[in-house]
Structures are given as C-alpha cells and as structure tokens.
C-alpha cells in the first residue's frame, strides 16, 4: 500500500487496554489531603521549559501537581498549564494501543495490533528501504525528550537526518544570530538576568501570555524593582500594559527602528565605550552604516514618532549595562529574522549587556557523564548533506527542509519517524507538502501520546505514556545554577502505553542492534549517570531536584579578557561570516508586504492557558479556556459590518477559509491586523473535546518567507480578511 489517505476516524477507539484510574478522579473532594498522601518527584511536560514539581496521590489518584520550591525554573510554582498536567494523563482521548495502517474491503484504516506486531513490520519496512535505497535514508522529526532515543536507534541503523521544529519555526533565527555574533547562543531557559535588569525592552516577546515560569517571574521582579519596561509590539499585549512606554509599530518594521535606536546610541555618544572597545569587532563599519538610519527616517517605516525613538534609546543608555534588549523566542517572523536577531544582538552589545548583571548572564550545567553505551559510527550522510550549500550556517536540522526532500519518487528521505510534533499545524502553509511527503514514503511512524493531525498519516502509530508515567533523562540545563532534576513514573503506563526509550530499544532489537541500548530499564542509566556526581536515583526519587555549585562566574570579571568562540574571538558585530556566503554583514533592512485591499496582517500568539495544540484537548485546561477568538479592531469591524461575538470564517488571499471563530472586538490590535492564539481548530475526531473549535492559523498562512540564513519559515506576512458566517 504506498498511496496513503489521511485517516480521520480510527476504528480502534474504545478497544483494549485498561487505565487505572477514571476520569474525574482529581475532581475536589470537601477535604484534599485527608485521605492517604503519596507525593513523588516530576518534570513537567506540558511545555519546554521543564520545571520540577511534586506530584500528589491521595489514595492512589491523582490529586495535585505543584513547583518545586528547590528548582530555578519555577522557583516552587507551576504556571496554569503544568497545574493541568494531571488532565494530560486523564485524558479519555489518549492513544492507547500501537495501531496499524491496513486495507480492508479496499478501505483504509487503523488496526490496533501488539507491540510485537508493531515492531515487526517497522524493522521490516526499515529494512526494505535500505535494501533498496541505502540506510542513510530515514529522517527524524521530533520536540521533546523522547525523540532522542529514536535518534539513537536511527544512528545506529545508519541514518542521522533529523530536525526539530523548535528549531526552523521557531528559534532557528535568534539560535544563528547569536552564533554569529557571540559565538554560542541563548539558550533555554534563556539566559536573560531580568531580576537585576533597570530597563527592558520586549520587541514582541509577549511575556505574561507567553507563560514561561521562571521567565514571567524575573521579569515581574524586575518590575517590581522599577524597572523600566519598553514593548514594541502592534497588539496592546499584557506586557504593553505594563509598560512605561509601548511603541505600537507596523507589522515587520523592527529592523528599522533596530536601527534608528543604534544610530542615536552612537550619535549621541551614549553606548558603552570601554566593553565595545574591549569585546567586539567592527564598529568603525557599523558606525558608517547606521549614519543613514535617523530616527526621522524610521518614523516612515514604523509609524513611531522619532522623539520617543530617542527617549526610549536614552532610558536604555541610562540603565546600561543592566539594560537588557529581551533576545525573543519564537523568532521565525518575516524571512529578513536572523538579520533582525543579530540587530538585536548588536544593540545588546552596545548597551555592554552581554555577561553582565541585568543583562545575558553565562550559564553552567552539571558535567554528567554519558552512560557508558556504544556510540553508534557517524553516517556519512546526515542532516547536513542535505541542507549544504543552501544553509551551511546552521546549527541543526531544517524540517521544512526535510518535508521537502522527502516529496517524490526521487526523495532522498524515504522514510520518517515523527516523535511529539504536530507537523500539519506546527510547519506553516505545508499542509499540501505534508500530505504529498506522506503519499511518497515507504514508511511513516508516529509516536504521540494523542491522536494528533499527523498520526492520519502514519503507518504505524505508537502510543507513548505521559511523563506523569515515565522516566526521562535527568533534567540538566545550562543555566544559572546547575541543577539536576528528575522525572519518574507516578503511575503505570495506562492502557498499553510505553515510553520512548521502550520502543526505540525494542525496534533497535527487531533490527539487530540491541548492543546499543545495553540495559534493561531506563532507570539503570540514570542512576549509573547519578552516581557519576555523587548522587543515585533512590536520593533524586526522595529529593527531586538537586542544586550544584558554579564552577565559573555568572558575569564577566571586571578586566576579564573574555574570548569568544567566533573567528576573530570577540563580539562580531560587522560579520565576515555572512559576508563570505553572500549576505549581509551588517543588519538589512526590508519593507515588509503590506495586506491586499480588504485584508488585515494574521497576527498570533499564545495563551496562558494552552502549550499550541498539545494541551487543546487537555479536559482540565479546555474548561480554562475551550476556544480562540479572533481580535478586531472597532474600525476594522465596522467596515465588515460584524460585531462582538459574531462567528466569522478566517479566508486567505488564495481562498482557503477557517473553521468558523469568534470575534472579540478590541482597541489592543490595530486597524491593519488580525490575532489569534495559535493550537486550536483541530480537525481530527479522535481529539474529541477540540476538534472542530475555533481556528488554525498554520491552515491560512500562504505567503511563508524562508529566511535566507537561517531556513527558517517566516509566519508573519499572511494575510486574512473575515466572512461572517450566517448563523447555523
Ligand atoms: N502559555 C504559553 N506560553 C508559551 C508557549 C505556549 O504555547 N503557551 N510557547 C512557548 C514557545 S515554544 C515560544 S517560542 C514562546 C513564544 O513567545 P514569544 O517569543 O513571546 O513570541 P513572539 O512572537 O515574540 O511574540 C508574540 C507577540 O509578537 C507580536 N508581534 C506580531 N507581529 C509583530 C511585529 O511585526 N513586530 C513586533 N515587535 N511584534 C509583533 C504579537 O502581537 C504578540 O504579542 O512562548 C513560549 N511560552
Ligand atoms: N502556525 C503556527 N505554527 C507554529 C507556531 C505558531 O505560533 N503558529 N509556533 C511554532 C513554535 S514557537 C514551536 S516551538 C512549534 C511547536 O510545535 P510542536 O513541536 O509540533 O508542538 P505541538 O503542536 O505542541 O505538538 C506536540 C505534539 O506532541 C504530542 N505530545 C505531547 N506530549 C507528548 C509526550 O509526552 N510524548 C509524545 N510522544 N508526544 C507528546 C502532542 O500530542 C502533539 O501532537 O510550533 C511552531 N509552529
Ligand atoms: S512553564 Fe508551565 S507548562 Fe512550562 S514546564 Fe513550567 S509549569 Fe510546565
Ligand atoms: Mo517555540
């Protein structure tokens, strides 16, 4: 069977498998916490920022998760989503068999087949495929934890192509601009010293809707101090109202303001002349270049007049070095994104906040030493082969890139494993290529703990547990304080749900590499690594999280010769780098697309309440908030005759329409844009309590711009007018 349909209602629903508790067992009792307490150590999943918490049993149910008080990314509190993590594990939609693609009367559907059934036919088809085509040919798309035992067990096989989609849609960008102009990147959890900061500017970056943990809280600390906080964002976002002053600029114009702000600190001779003089390269050519950039000149690209350009560029000045332009996060905007993150890489430069207090401090994490397995040999061809030419400048895996070099009988990539992301919503504007890719391959593995969009593509779909279920890798990030921090099981995996490292051990098996996963349960390679620094797995199961001393200084010494890991070893600030490939050493910039008469610019965002679409269906966090609304302005809805609480159907320039959603009519947007949260209008049937409620963005966006540098799709330049839908 190589044609492959989309399959939207699985037969297997309801069949097999038994969960050991029922749904509504955390429902509030009149006393929590009299019955019998059990508590047991946990990271939260339910979005990447990884905060430690306690999970709570109260006669053997589920009852509450809270923070961690010991844990520096949440610092003893769980933000909305992590509070609802017990619904993640309720969930009655949950996949709970391995299921198999087969055709029965001529039609296509899923069988719920065993795990052994599964596994088979994956290792046959894997080994078909390098038979046929060469074993170098299998790609990995994945978010998460999980995903790297599946790496593992593709290395080994002898294929190494592999992408993350936090990667090309979302940092990829600010990950290449801070390369090239620092030598080594932002990292996660991002390396802003908000708390010390007394002035910080937010281009975008929507903190207190975008809700991550210890992120919020530094910032709201910093505020609480006095800081001052500029935001340059077209919507009134909860950080605009919380700001001094909001600079509410045109869609896509940020470079030019970027630049007007270098101009004045220059001009006006307010920068930090030692720590430039000291760390950075090329200031003579950034001096020229910005003489051309006035802020009477940025007044006509973003519509912000040139005196608060200059006084929000001398309140930066004032509060150097503990001045912090925020880096952003999710970065992949117009397709100019990387020139825009390294204007803002610069500017930071400039106001000397780069391993600073208040600034970027620099981040350490635990020396945990790998567990002592083979290291599968490196396959000659990987990710790399496939991006070189077109992006030598990347860090990691391009997945729009590896959607298309997947497309067509001559594909290079002929099989995937598709481990915790929802391509259809996740990659914009690529569901025709998605499906396309789907119809190409020989083989397609999902491994989701829902039945999400992209498990209707798939051949085989493999249901993993949730993390309340499992044990992952011992959290250890570069940060602030080195801290380790465990996930363990609370419970047995429910239904027949397994976790990530079970599956990809037993395929490896099937494929005869079992020598790379020499161990029977996970948890014997977490405590070999625990006992490497002095710990174990019985004390992490007790104590949770783990604080371990700085072996560096988190700031720059005050005569520190710092070396930098870029090729002239200090702050690039004109990059040699892009000028050898042809791109502009210094930040460009480039009028965005202005919307079609009758058209608004498709703005989107978060919620505090749901992680993109893998929390939509969360029962516990679909109460908080069931649906997305679309904002208008007054003016804007009155020109389209609609009006608070009217359903309107979202319609792109190429006449792909929405699901219908409802409008909230607002002052916080402006009159030439639309927003939206993005995660909702799901459309498989199996997600029973989202499907079909409110609307897609990733489904309307028809103009993605591909950053040069980065590859990344740029997600901001579509646009949507509204049809208001006769009331059904
Ligand atoms: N609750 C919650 N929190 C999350 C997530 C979640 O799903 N839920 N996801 C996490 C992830 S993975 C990421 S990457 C981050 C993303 O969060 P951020 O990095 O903060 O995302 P941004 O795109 O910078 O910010 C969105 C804001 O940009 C504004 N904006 C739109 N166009 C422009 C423009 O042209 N110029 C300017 N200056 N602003 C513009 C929008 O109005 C909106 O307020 O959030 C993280 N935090
Ligand atoms: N249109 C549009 N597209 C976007 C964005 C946007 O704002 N708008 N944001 C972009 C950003 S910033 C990012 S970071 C990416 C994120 O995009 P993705 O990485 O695709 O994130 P999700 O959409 O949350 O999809 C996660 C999938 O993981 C599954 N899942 C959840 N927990 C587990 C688990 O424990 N195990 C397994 N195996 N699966 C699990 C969920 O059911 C879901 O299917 O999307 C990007 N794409
Ligand atoms: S920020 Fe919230 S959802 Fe993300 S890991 Fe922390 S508690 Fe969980
Ligand atoms: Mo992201």
Redesign the pocket.
């Known amino acids: 069977m190589n044609r492959r349909e989309f399959l939207k209602i699985s037969t297997a629903l309801g069949v097999g498998g038994t969960m050991p508790v029922l749904l509504g067992g955390c429902a509030s009792k009149p006393l929590p916490g009299t019955g019998q307490v059990t508590t047991s150590p946990t990271v939260c999943n339910m ?2 920022w990884q905060c430690a918490g306690t999970l709570y049993q109260e006669d053997g149910k589920p009852w509450k998760v809270v923070g961690h008080p010991d844990d520096p990314h949440c610092e003893g509190r769980l933000c909305t ?1 992590g509070t609802g993590g017990i619904g993640a594990y309720l969930d009655p939609d949950r996949l709970r068999q391995p299921l198999l693609r087969v055709e029965k009367g001529g039609q296509q559907q899923f069988m719920p087949v065993s795990w052994d059934e599964a596994f088979d036919f994956i290792a046959k088809r894997m080994n078909a495929i390098g038979e046929q085509h060469g074993r170098d040919r299998l790609a990995l798309l994945s978010h998460g934890d999980g995903g790297k035992h599946f790496r593992h067990m593709l290395r080994a096989f002898g294929s190494h192509a592999y992408a993350h989609p ?1 990667f090309a849609q ?2 990829g960008p600010r990950a290449t601009a801070f390369g090239l102009t620092y030598g080594e990147g932002v990292g996660s959890p991002d390396r802003t010293d908000m708390a010390n900061s007394r002035c910080i500017v937010l ?5 207190g ?4 943990n210890s992120q919020v809280q530094t910032w709201v600390q910093a505020l609480d101090k006095g800081a001052t906080l500029i935001t ?4 009134f ?1 909860v950080a605009a109202s919380k700001s001094d002053y909001w600079l509410p ?1 045109k ?2 114009t ?1 470079i030019a303001l970027l630049l007007a702000w270098m101009n004045v600190l220059i001009n006006e001779d307010l920068y930090d002349h030692d720590y430039v003089a000291r760390y950075c390269s090329g200031f003579e050519q950034l001096v020229a270049y910005v003489q051309a950039f006035n802020p009477e000149w940025a007044y006509l690209e973003t519509g912000l007049e040139p005196g608060v350009i200059r006084a929000t560029a001398r309140t930066m000045a004032q509060a150097m070095p503990a001045s912090l332009v925020h880096p ?3 970065t992949a ?1 117009y397709g100019n994104d990387t020139q825009r993150c390294r204007a803002i890489a610069i500017l930071n430069a400039l106001l000397g906040s780069w391993g600073r207090p208040g600034g970027f401090y620099r981040q350490e994490k635990v020396e945990l030493p790998h567990y002592p397995a083979p290291r599968p040999p490196k396959p000659q061809r990987d990710w790399r082969a496939i991006v070189q030419g077109d992006f030598p400048l990347v860090s990691s895996g391009i997945s729009n890139q590896l959607i298309e070099h997947s497309i067509g009988p001559d594909a290079f990539i002929k099989g995937w494993f598709v481990y915790a992301t929802n391509l259809p919503m996740t990659v914009p504007g690529m569901g025709e290529q998605i499906k396309a890719a789907a119809e190409s391959l020989a083989l397609m593995v999902v491994i989701d703990t829902m039945p999400a969009e992209i498990t209707g593509y798939a051949d085989v779909v493999l249901p993993e547990c949730t993390y309340l279920e499992r044990y992952d890798d011992i959290r250890n990030k570069a940060e602030r304080i080195p801290t380790l921090a465990l996930r363990m099981p609370a419970f047995e995996p429910g239904y027949e749900s397994k976790p990530a490292w079970w599956m990809a051990k037993g395929i490896a098996e099937r494929l005869g590499l079992g020598e790379y996963f020499p161990y029977k349960d996970y948890s014997e390679v977490l405590d070999w690594q625990l006992k490497q620094v002095g710990s174990s797995l019985s004390e992490m199961q007790q104590i949770g999280v783990k604080p371990f001393g700085r072996k560096t200084a988190p700031y720059f010494g005050v005569d520190e010769a710092v070396q930098f890991n870029t090729p002239s070893g200090k702050i690039e600030l004109y990059s040699n780098i892009l000028a050898d490939v042809g791109q502009d050493p210094l930040p460009r910039y480039t009028p965005p697309e202005r919307p079609p008469a009758g058209y608004y610019h498709l ?1 989107f ?4 309440a ?3 679409g893998r929390t939509t269906n969360n029962p516990q966090l679909f109460e908080l908030m069931p649906e997305n609304t679309v904002w208008v302005h007054p003016t804007a809805a009155a020109t389209l005759r609609i009006a608070n609480g009217d359903y309107v159907e979202l319609q792109n320039p190429e006449g792909r329409r929405s699901n219908r959603i409802r409008v909230r009519v607002t002052e916080r947007i402006r009159p030439d844009s639309v ?1 939206m949260v993005h ?1 909702f209008g799901h459309t498989d049937k199996r997600q029973r309590l989202t499907q079909g409620v409110g609307a897609d963005d990733a489904a309307l966006m028809h103009n993605v711009k591909i950053d040069p540098i980065a590859g990344s799709t740029g997600m ?1 330049a579509s646009f949507v007018t509204l049809v208001k839908r006769e009331v059904s």
């Not at 281009?203 to 903190?207: D, E, F, K, V």
């Not at 809707?209 to 991550?212: A, F, I, K, R, W």
């Not at 340059?232 to 919507?235: A, E, I």
């Not at 965002?605 to 505090?608: E, F, I």
């Open positions: 979005c990447f989503r936090s979302c940092r281009i975008g970056s929507h903190l809707e975008n809700l991550h340059v964002d077209p919507r976002s600029i869609p896509g940020d952003g996060r999710f905007w703005n965002g978060r919620s505090p749901h992680t993109f927003f995660g901001r």
